[in-house]
């Protein structure tokens, strides 16, 4: 009777093992508890200090997180620099938008001198944004755990991967789920653009000749709200900063979508989001309930994190956020 249990014991343990290598290695919120109890704080000074001197860097630390996790997964691939191949961080929607790799880089190295060679640079991605939306008025999220950084970063996948300003709802849906994210992950986080900055470039296509018509304005652009842009965006100035992506610029809450319900979202996409019905449900309730939208946000960006991730035996811990450990010869 004995020898049969300990048969069923040692059964259901290979079964076990069996399914977590299937289904891979999952996050965890204690995953550092024992080998780096302070990180969660070293990470939250750091970003303070970081966002105390610059606002803009809030908005930077959260883009960085979302354009890490929808190329490869959140595998810190954002962050490398480019070597023989051409890197994700030199890709035209990275290229001179993406701010905060500096930044990065000193939140690793304060990480690295209370816990050496622990953390990977994913996870302080994943920290790092979450800290930067609370320090500007958004609501905690427990962040999960445990992710490993990978060893490939390409251009070709960033431009393949990220959306695009001037998709459509359906391709926005589509865009969205070919990482698993749904269509209310998509409006919820799409939220993001409650801070922030962007170029001209974006927005001089709604503003001039629109659709090759000359004169035309979007017709989705509050006319008003157009007027004011063009001031701000000289159609031969691509590379200006439209200064604010909401009306509430530097305070994370549900402005957003606010302006998106009134026709002053700042991007097509944006607008596009009042073009289905489920969009324009998500943005009236979140526009109505501001509450519920940073609690949905948080939802979402847990699930956003997870994308993709290495875990266990796959992929490192980089020892600078910029280049892979052993110059590559892994
Ligand atoms: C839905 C699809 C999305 C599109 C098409 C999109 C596109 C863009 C574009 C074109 C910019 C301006 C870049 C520039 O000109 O400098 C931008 C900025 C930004 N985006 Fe998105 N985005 C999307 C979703 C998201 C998501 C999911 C987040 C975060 C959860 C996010 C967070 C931000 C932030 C914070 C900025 C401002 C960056 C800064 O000030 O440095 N975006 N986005």
Not at 221 to 246: K, N
């Amino acid at each position: 009777m004995a020898v049969v249990g300990l048969r069923c014991q040692v059964i259901l343990f290979a079964l076990l093992i069996m399914a977590s290598v299937a289904y891979g290695a999952k996050l965890s919120k204690s995953h550092y508890y024992r080998t780096c109890p302070k990180l969660e704080t070293v990470v939250r000074n750091k970003v303070n200090e970081i966002v105390n001197a610059d606002l803009g860097m809030a908005p930077g630390l959260l883009r960085l997180h979302f354009h890490d996790c929808f190329v490869r997964g959140c595998d810190g691939s954002v962050l490398l620099n480019s070597s023989s191949n051409s890197a994700e961080m030199d890709a035209p929607p990275n290229a001179g938008s993406l701010r905060g790799f500096a930044e990065v880089d000193s939140i690793k190295a304060e990480v690295e001198k209370a816990c050496p060679g622990v953390v990977s640079c994913a996870d302080i991605l994943a920290l790092a944004a979450r800290d930067a939306v609370v320090k500007v008025g958004g609501k905690y999220w427990s962040v999960p755990l445990g992710r490993k950084d990978g060893f490939i970063s390409s251009l070709v996948e960033a431009n393949s991967s990220l959306p695009s300003p001037f998709m459509t709802f359906a391709q926005l849906v589509e865009n969205f789920a070919a990482v698993g994210l749904n269509a209310k992950d998509m409006v919820i986080l799409s939220g993001g653009h409650t801070i922030g900055q962007a170029h001209c470039a974006v927005v001089i296509p709604r503003l001039y000749n629109f659709s090759g018509v000359p004169g035309a304005t979007d017709p989705s652009l509050d006319p008003t709200f157009a007027d004011m842009l063009r001031t701000l965006c000289p159609s031969d100035e691509p590379l200006t900063f439209v200064g604010q992506m909401d009306a509430t610029n530097g305070t994370f809450d549900n402005e957003y979508f606010t302006d998106v319900k009134s026709q002053r979202g700042l991007f097509s996409s944006d607008a596009a989001l009042l073009t289905s019905p489920l969009g324009r449900r998500i943005v009236r309730e979140s526009a109505a309930y501001p509450g519920s939208f940073l609690r949905e946000f948080g939802k979402s960006m847990v699930k956003m994190g997870n994308i993709d991730v290495l875990t266990g035996s796959a992929g490192e811990i980089r020892r600078v956020c910029s280049a892979v450990n052993n110059n590559g010869n892994y």
